[in-house]
């Protein structure tokens, strides 16, 4: 092998080396993390899934009153109050009947 093939050599297995270790803390405080949430989720210290906010808000005040302009062809979800295409039966949303 020549000189300029070893040099590469040795600097891409540094450069790896080097990056291997800056990601060991990072993978094992993820692994820690994810040991500690599961002791957590086990003693109901904690809820196994994570509220979603947009969800719980209930529908907009704008379907209560009016009905939005919508362009031709589509249809507002009585629920949430996604635009969705005439042709579908549920929302692309939440999932519910139009």
């Known amino acids: 092998m020549s000189l300029p093939a070893r040099l590469y050599l040795l600097v891409i297995t540094v450069l790896l080396l080097a990056a291997l270790m800056i990601c060991i803390p990072v993978i094992v405080n993820i692994v820690r993390e994810g ?42 979800c009585p629920y949430c109050g996604a635009t969705n295409e005439s042709g579908f039966a549920y929302c692309g949303r939440c999932v519910s009947p139009i």
Not at 42 to 61: I, K, L, Q, V
């Open 35 to 76: 040991l500690d949430r599961r002791e957590q989720w086990r003693a109901d210290e904690m809820e196994m899934y994570s509220p979603d906010p947009e969800f719980e808000a209930g529908p907009p005040a704008v379907l209560d009153e009016e009905t939005p302009d919508l362009p031709p062809g589509m249809v507002a």
